[in-house]
């Protein structure tokens, strides 16, 4: 049996996450998809992610298998949206980044670190997430709306491949 837990990234983890970052990049490429084709993420991303104490990883069996990014406050790029927010009151956290090992994909890991980082801050009073990507990452797609997410519309961010990303929210 694994042992298997979510904990706040520290800067002596960037050797473990940066694989994992091009390892997705590389399933991303593989899969037709453009997202995170264009240099970005990079290890300047994840080094401020790590500054800012926004950066998690998913540990299994003391391996690093996934990394992502949360952040609460007012998201930029969620001001205009090409659609609706339900919930445009109150506080969220938004989940940036997902990436996971090649070593453990098909394990449904991302399941539980949906799970973990929404319990977690619900914990905290926060009842809205959110979670943006491009329109052809049909592998996020079935994460978030298995997590609870629903589809609220399009946002624009500064991405020059393709500046159009399907955002999605989770009103608890």
């Known amino acids: 049996m694994s042992l ?12 473990q996450i940066m694989p994992i970052i091009d390892e997705a990049k590389k399933f991303l490429k593989e899969e037709e998809n453009p997202q995170w084709q264009s240099g970005y993420p990079n290890v300047e991303t994840i080094t401020a992610d790590i500054k800012d104490e926004a950066a998690w990883v998913l540990i299994v069996d003391q391996k690093i298998a996934v990394y992502t ?25 938004t989940i940036h980044r997902v990436a996971i090992s090649d070593k453990y994909r098909g394990m449904h890991l991302a399941s539980y670190l949906m799970s973990s980082l929404i319990s977690m801050h619900y914990a905290e009073g926060i009842r809205n997430y959110r979670v943006d990507t491009f329109r052809t990452n049909d592998v996020v797609w079935h994460i978030v709306e298995n997590a609870g997410f629903v589809k609220r519309g399009n946002i624009k961010n500064m991405d020059p491949i ?8 989770l009103n608890l």
């Open 4 to 15: 298997i837990y979510i904990r706040q990234a520290a800067k002596n983890d960037l050797e």
């Open 69 to 93: 990014a949360i952040t609460d406050g007012p998201d930029p790029n969620y001001k205009q949206i090409d659609g609706k927010w339900k919930n445009d009151l109150d506080p969220y956290v």
């Open 162 to 169: 393709d500046p159009y990303r399907v955002a999605f929210e």
